[in-house]
């Protein structure tokens, strides 16, 4: 059984689209996130959602924009794709928000944009 | 704000060698520490923790001891296999919103 699922796992665009990552976990947690892998393999968080409820918004760009219809999901949907967008972005899921639970990764979803 | 160091650059290193990878940490507070392993083409996976000072985390023969003093997490293993190729990535979670901070991973290749 797959814990954290992320869809699709590769998506190959054109500059200027707009674009979604589907995420979704069956470890029944209650809060999720969004990370971006570089080409350096340098992981940063972007979001993260307790309860449904927006917790950590870094300094990302307005396009990109979290959603979150229940605590078993995690979306994130990107408008006006840029190069620079080019990455890895892994979705994860936790137990809470207390510090000593770990987080459990999906398998990534690697976004090109041409 | 709280940041993690790992050293610089892959390590590679032949089969039934020994294994270090040095991470250190600034922090406000006590954070809780981890090492995550991600293989080729998958997502991170949890390889092990500590959640204060002193503790000792293993799995699969891979140990790291929390070290308040130098603030220090460093990952060690007596015996690599070929299997343990992968990259590592040392890190830290905030208190309050579990935010994990990492490090900028290493790449290890164990050779036959």
């Known amino acids: 059984d797959t814990a954290v699922s992320q869809t699709p796992k590769y998506l190959v665009t054109q500059m200027g689209n707009d674009k979604s990552i589907k995420c979704e976990q069956n470890l029944g947690h209650d809060t999720m996130y969004w990370y971006k892998q570089d080409s350096k393999k340098f992981l940063k968080i972007m979001f993260s959602?307790?309860?449904?409820?927006?917790?950590i918004n870094e300094t990302v760009p307005n396009r990109f924009s979290p959603k979150s219809p229940d605590k078993a999901h995690l979306n994130l949907h990107i408008n006006s794709l840029e190069l620079g967008d080019s990455a890895v972005y892994f979705c994860a899921s936790s137990q809470g928000l207390e510090p000593n639970q770990p987080q459990h990764f999906g398998d990534g979803t690697r976004l090109s944009i041409l | 704000g709280n940041s993690v160091t790992q050293m610089e650059g892959p390590v590679t290193l032949s089969e039934e060698a020994f294994l270090t990878i040095n991470c250190t940490y600034t922090?406000?507070?006590?954070?809780?520490l981890f090492w995550y392993v991600q293989y080729p083409g998958e997502g991170l996976q949890l390889l092990l923790k500590a959640t204060k000072a002193d503790d000792k985390g293993s799995n699969k023969g891979f140990e790291a001891t929390y070290r308040k003093e130098t603030t220090s997490f460093h990952l060690e293993k007596g015996s690599v296999q070929v299997s343990d190729s992968a990259v590592y990535f040392c890190?830290?979670?905030?208190?309050?919103?579990?935010?994990?901070?990492f490090g900028k991973g290493n790449q290890v290749v164990v050779i036959p």
């Open positions: 922090a406000t507070g006590y954070p809780s």
């Open positions: 959602y307790n309860n449904k409820e927006l917790i």
């Open positions: 890190a830290l979670s905030e208190r309050g919103n579990n935010r994990l901070a």
